[in-house]
């Protein structure tokens, strides 16, 4: 049984009790629950009881005005990212650029339509949704997958240096074959925590990158060549990893993109990876490189077991597909990395089916470069 969800709590900051009632009505047919302060100090002594959703608030008040209020509720730790949007006279336009300088989220002018104004809070209100449910995401991720992927390489590594210790103290020594195979262990689960580190610092640059504002929304970029060369060496850890070195195909001609300044190296091999993770040994994965005039993409394929209409529909950052049935390992972030780094750069990513045939075949579609 779901719990209904309580409608969202507005407070109105207003002197003017006419344009207070008028406000309170327009707010309340729209299904919001609505609470009222006459200026900014009483604002300020309900907020803890209150605890709105959405501050709308007049600026010319007597005691507190809109603008000493909107200073204090930034420095609330409780309230600062409390959406809050100050209504002005359009005679005032100074009010709207005071308010906009010290935090406001948006501004309406007075009088107002009613649907401009439920407008404005719904824009808002959908945005404060959005990052909630994202910071939501990361704290999933944070919580419970981060530490699952870390602690299985960790507890290899662990495992392995206690038998060596019991080994040593009681005096017995490991065969030139039991080094190797111990080696070996460590070796990969040593491999696996650096790229659970990789990914981790690709999404948080990405992450940062794309909160940075440009004008036309693509991040700063730089020219780069890949070769043949260039793929076989991003692509060599993965495939050592999974000892397919005979299955790796590489088809290219020389090709310059214009891409973010970290994480194509890392990306690539993440594609890989996944192609690897979904098929078997023997099984051909195919990395080429298909030009147009524009653009230069990346194509990752591989002949596996591929993916249903209802996962390709989901694929998202942190997400790993019919894990309980195949206990794949990996955060399941490279589909999303990819994502996130060619929508930064100005280009796209795909994954489909191959058709016909089986398995995926993931395309990083990127800007080309001159030369």
């Not at 009790?17 to 629950?33: K, Q, V, W």
């Not at 100090?41 to 600026?59: G, H, N, T, Y």
């Not at 060596?164 to 009681?170: A, D």
């Not at 930064?344 to 579609?365: E, I, S």
Request: net charge negative.
């Amino acid at each position: 049984m779901t719990t209904p969800q309580l409608p969202s709590t507005i407070l109105v900051v207003e002197d003017d009790p006419l344009i207070r009632e008028i406000t309170e009505d327009t707010l309340r047919s729209a299904g919001y629950r609505v609470v009222s302060a006459q200026d900014g100090q009483e604002a300020l002594e309900a907020l803890p009881r209150v605890r709105p959703d959405l501050i709308l608030s007049d600026v010319r008040m007597p005691r507190c005005d809109g603008f000493e209020l909107l200073r204090r509720v930034r420095r609330d730790h409780d309230h600062r990212t409390t959406p809050f949007i100050i209504m002005s006279a359009k005679a005032e336009s100074s009010d709207q650029r005071m308010g906009m300088s010290l935090g406001a989220d948006d501004y309406v002018l007075k009088p107002y339509l009613p649907v401009d104004l439920l407008k404005t809070i719904e824009v808002r209100m959908a945005r404060v949704a959005l990052v909630n449910d994202r910071l939501s995401h990361q704290q999933r991720f944070l919580t419970r997958v981060l530490p699952h992927e870390l602690r299985t390489p960790l507890s290899g590594i662990i495992g392995y240096a206690d038998l060596m210790v019991l080994l040593g103290e009681s005096g017995d020594t490991l065969t030139a074959k039991e080094l190797v195979d111990y080696g070996q262990n460590i070796g990969r689960s040593g491999q696996r925590l650096l790229g659970v580190a990789k990914n981790f610092a690709l999404w948080a640059w990405l992450e940062s990158a794309k909160n940075e504002p440009t004008p036309d929304g693509v991040a700063k970029l730089r020219k780069t060549q890949i070769t043949t060369e260039v793929l076989r060496r991003w692509c060599e850890d993965s495939v050592a990893q999974y000892g397919r070195a005979d299955d790796l195909e590489i088809a290219c001609q020389v090709a310059t993109v214009m891409v973010p300044e970290e994480g194509l190296e890392r990306v690539i091999a993440n594609l890989v990876e996944n192609a690897l993770k979904f098929s078997l040994p023997g099984e051909r994965v195919l990395v080429k490189i298909v030009e147009s005039a524009q653009t230069c993409e990346i194509q990752v394929t591989d002949y596996g077991r591929g993916m249903s209409e209802e996962d390709l529909a989901k694929f998202g950052v942190m997400r790993q597909f019919n894990r309980e049935k195949y206990e794949q390992q990996g955060l399941g972030m490279g589909l999303a990395l990819a994502q996130n780094f060619a929508r930064l750069g100005g280009g796209d990513f795909t994954l489909v089916r191959n058709v016909p045939g089986p398995g995926m075949t993931a395309g990083l579609k990127l800007v080309r470069g001159a030369g």
